[in-house]
């Protein structure tokens, strides 16, 4: 991915080293991950307004009620994904597109959708001047990508009711769900995997705070 067409400062790259070091003090040991977010100019994702908070840990407002959720939160799904190179990932909400650009620089192959059409073109146009090659779709996350799928991976950056069945199905054995599952207020981090005669193992890690998971499988 190159970001030779917009500004990054020297001292946006000192943020982000600071943002780095703040992440690892916080149990984020994946050094590929920590290098992903050192390497990804968050603040091209963000509206003028707030460029001087891009490198704090905070979520930020991203239009149609949708945000850019906080570098920890980034980190630590990307971190329970395991990501491999050439690993083919969906994800589920595009929102920004931060996210896909940090599994991109993890050597995945990203395939991304938005249920948000405003948000889906405004992010499509961002990852296209990027040079990025996330693929983007507008859909129902919930339902998945059948067409493209299984996947070695899948993470969902909305908070579920429930595990949507269609993403389970969508995952090849062996694979990785990473998906917060709550009511609206509080969500717990789930990873799922799937073995080899299809049975999934669930694993729960702390609670977040995610924006509702719309759709045929979510609220």
């Not at 395991?82 to 909400?93: A, N, P, S």
């Not at 950056?157 to 990785?176: D, F, N, R, Y």
Request: glycine share 8%.
């Amino acid at each position: 991915m190159q970001f030779t067409d917009f500004q990054d400062s020297f001292r946006h790259k000192g943020l982000r080293k600071k943002l780095v070091d703040f992440l690892r003090s916080k149990g984020i040991h994946d050094e590929a991950v920590l290098e992903a977010i050192n390497q990804v100019p968050r603040h091209v994702f963000l509206d003028n307004a707030f460029l001087e908070l891009a490198y704090e840990d905070r979520a930020m407002p991203i239009g149609e009620g949708q945000t850019i959720s906080q570098p920890y939160t980034v980190a630590f799904q990307s971190q329970l994904l395991e990501i491999k190179k050439r690993d083919k990932v969906l994800e589920i909400g595009t929102g920004s597109g931060y996210q896909a650009c940090v599994l991109e620089k993890l050597g995945a192959k990203v395939h991304s959708i938005e249920r948000q059409r405003k948000l889906y073109e405004k992010t499509q146009k961002l990852l296209q001047a990027m040079k990025s090659k996330v693929a983007t779709y507008y859909g129902d996350g919930t339902l998945g990508l059948p067409a493209f799928a299984p996947f070695d991976k899948i993470i969902v950056t909305a908070g579920a009711p429930v595990v949507p069945q269609s993403l389970c199905e969508q995952l090849k054995p062996g694979g990785i769900l990473v998906i917060p599952v709550g009511d609206e207020q509080n969500q717990r981090m789930l990873r799922i995997t799937k073995q080899a005669d299809g049975e999934l193992v669930t694993e729960s890690f702390d609670n977040f705070k995610f924006v509702p998971l719309l759709g045929k499988e979510g609220w």
